[in-house]
């Protein structure tokens, strides 16, 4: 990562499913280093794809609330996994991720193919109390008549599920 510097167009690519703290500080920490700051919105069928299932919300709706963020300059539907392909497309000097990715081999893979073109990946802290994962894991508790996922063995702080958030 190169600390404090300014880039001239940003990349923040995510689902950004269940729109939580963690996908706003990203992108707010992202528009801090770059003067311009696009955020891809990965399509339904490529979030499918990458992860297995479809998002929960639907892709013009989620384009919609990242696009209306304020650090957000403008909103890009990823539709191809190539992330060198939405490159050639956007034309980003810098793309930013959460550090999750960082150290793996999708991670690792991310750096090296950019780098190869003269693009940075910038990590920045992960918010591990809130995910879109947790938030789908508790939606599915709290539909399927499993009862409250904090009173579940293993939920609760562990998970960062607050019973006051999470009651009605």
Not at 56 to 80: C, G, H, M, Q, S
Not at 133 to 145: I, N, V
Request: glycine share 8%; with cysteine.
């Amino acid at each position: 990562m190169t600390e404090g510097k300014l880039y001239r167009v940003g990349y923040a690519p995510g689902a950004y499913d269940l729109f939580h703290i963690g996908h706003l500080n990203i992108l707010r920490h992202a528009r801090e280093r770059c003067d311009y700051l696009v955020a891809g919105v990965v399509s339904d069928e490529m979030a499918e794809l990458a992860k297995g299932r479809r998002p929960v919300i639907p892709l013009i709706e989620r384009l919609e609330i990242v696009r209306n963020i304020k650090y957000v300059d403008a909103a890009f539907v990823e539709t191809v996994p190539d992330k060198l392909e939405t490159w050639q497309q956007v034309r980003f000097d810098v793309l930013f991720k959460g550090d999750d990715w960082r150290g793996t081999p999708r991670g690792e893979r991310l750096e090296r193919d950019f780098a190869a073109v003269g693009v940075d990946v910038v990590y920045f802290p992960y918010t591990v109390h809130t995910s879109s994962t947790q938030l789908r894991r508790a939606l599915d508790a709290l539909t399927h008549g499993k009862g409250h996922p904090a009173d579940q063995a293993g939920a609760g702080d562990r998970q960062g599920l607050s019973q006051q958030a999470l009651r009605p």
